[in-house]
T-cell receptor, first 116, second 112 residues
Framework: EPEVTQTPSHQVTQMGQEVILRCVPISNHLYFYWYRQILGQKVEFLVSFYNNEISEKSEIFDDQFSVERPDGSNFTLKIRSTKLEDSAMYFC??????????????FGPGTRLTVL | DAKTTQPPSMDCAEGRAANLPCNHSTISGNEYVYWYRQIHSQGPQYIIHGLKNNETNEMASLIITEDRKSSTLILPHATLRDTAVYYCIVSYYPNTGNQFYFGTGTSLTVIP
């Protein structure tokens, strides 16, 4: 069964450093998403991406964040200068296009980001 | 923000049916109801979705009230591996894709 994969599973970084989280969505999917979950809190939407551009983003997704689909298979989330409060699980998701209003999203296993 | 309300926690005896309720009183006519679950800190796992009719798959059944203002997820024979946080989400897919708004969900504990 196809699945979304994410690397690394755990990333430790120093405050102020740049990190790139990587995701390989399901191959025939056209929509890509990043969510995050701070320990003990809700899963929060960050950004959605379609046709090589951002389609929606939340207030959390500020100028420190960027997304890219560099090679047609990977989907990346970059945090330019990490802060302590960026420590969280980051989930990538993907979905197929649908003309019927239905849009099941498939989630990856997550990357745990720890900022020291 | 999440448009659903769910009880924060529930217990269920192993082998019994687990019935997880969800209120979505402001649902619009074209919004689907999705159920996901999250085991520990793993990625959310799709369970089932529905629009108006009741639905069943190999994992669960979804009962949606006629007015669509609430639904119930039924796990027919709960096992210890069903212990997880269960999320009810309502959403509609516009042309540019849609995001899911997760609430706090229901933490289901299956008791031996």
């Amino acid at each position: 069964e196809p699945e979304v994969t994410q690397t690394p599973s755990h990333q430790v970084t120093q405050m102020g450093q740049e990190v790139i989280l990587r995701c390989v969505p399901i191959s025939n999917h056209l929509y890509f998403y990043w969510y995050r979950q701070i320990l003990g809190q809700k899963v929060e939407f960050l950004v959605s991406f379609y046709n090589n551009e951002i389609s929606e983003k939340s207030e959390i997704f500020d100028d420190q964040f960027s997304v890219e689909r560099p090679d047609g298979s990977n989907f990346t989330l970059k945090i330019r200068s990490t802060k302590l409060e960026d420590s969280a699980m980051y989930f990538c998701a993907s979905s197929q296009a649908s003309s019927t209003g239905y849009n099941e999203q498939f989630f990856g296993p997550g990357t745990r980001l720890t900022v020291l | 923000d999440a448009k659903t309300t769910q009880p924060p926690s529930m217990d269920c005896a192993e082998g019994r049916a687990a019935n997880l309720p969800c209120n979505h009183s402001t649902i619009s006519g074209n919004e689907y109801v999705y159920w996901y679950r999250q085991i520990h800190s793993q990625g959310p796992q799709y369970i089932i979705h529905g629009l108006k009719n009741n639905e069943t798959n190999e994992m669960a059944s979804l009962i949606i009230t006629e007015d669509r203002k609430s639904s119930t997820l039924i796990l027919p024979h709960a096992t210890l591996r069903d212990t997880a946080v269960y999320y009810c989400i309502v959403s509609y897919y516009p042309n540019t894709g849609n995001q899911f708004y997760f609430g706090t969900g229901t933490s289901l504990t299956v008791i031996p």
